[in-house]
């Protein structure tokens, strides 16, 4: 495998069946460990990129490759494969909430249990004890037996983390993981993820609409509009007049959006 071409997007087109274009002509090539942010407006495309790297959506046109192998056309074993090495988190946090807090990180490990014995809960040992290391690399290791719908939402957050870890995955996908969090919990989740990046190399992409925390947290920051990549640079690249005009090229905005974009001092956009 080459380090440098860990994943590549070839001229990736995605079209909804409605005719509406979610990518255009994307080419991205990202290094295996890096820690990349993509920032853009709502609808700009940044959920449909992420998506289409575990096939929760198929691109119209163009390639996708993980790791030397196009990924477009994956079925059966080699998609289930796909997306176990794949962990992905979540704005809402997607955890059972009336489930406890072990029984929803174990739930990282069902891709490498058989249908039945991971729904009558038949996990190892081994996979118990990780669940408590993956639990205390959060900071959560008191709260195994906790209900899920008694955590905060920093906590649940750092519970899918946690979960996310069990998958034992070379790339993690975080989709606007703090967008409904405080500026405090928000740091301890994107910590979570940096260690999880920086203590075993997985390759990290996460969607947010905080130029701060892009800047804060990325080795590389890309920019979607309107489905089209318009910005791409590592972080020592990255300068404040770039990101003061990362949109200003967008023209007016419909009310709703303005509100999100009014301050790209405050860094959010
Ligand atoms: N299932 C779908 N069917 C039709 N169009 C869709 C679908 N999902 C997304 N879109 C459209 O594709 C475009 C890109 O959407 P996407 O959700 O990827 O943007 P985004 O940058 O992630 O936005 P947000 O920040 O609001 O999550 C938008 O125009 C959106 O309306």
Redesign the pocket.
Known sequence: MVAENFIEFKDVGKV???G???LSHINLTIPKGQFLVVV????????????TLNRMHDISSGDIMIDGQSIINYKGKQLRNLRRKIGMIFQNFNLVKRSSVQRNVLSGRVGYYSTWRSALGLFSQADKQKTVEALRRVGLGEKLYTRADQLSGGQQQRVAVARAFMQDPKIVLA??PVASLDPLTTDSVMNDLKKLNDDFGITVIV?L?SLELARKYADRIVG?RG?ELVYDKTIDQVTDTDLDNIYQSEGPEPESEAIVMHSATEGVI
């Open positions: 909804y069946p409605n509406t274009v979610g853009g407006l709502s609808g700009s495309g940044k959920s449909t990129l992420m998506r989709d606007e969607n609409h979607l489905g």
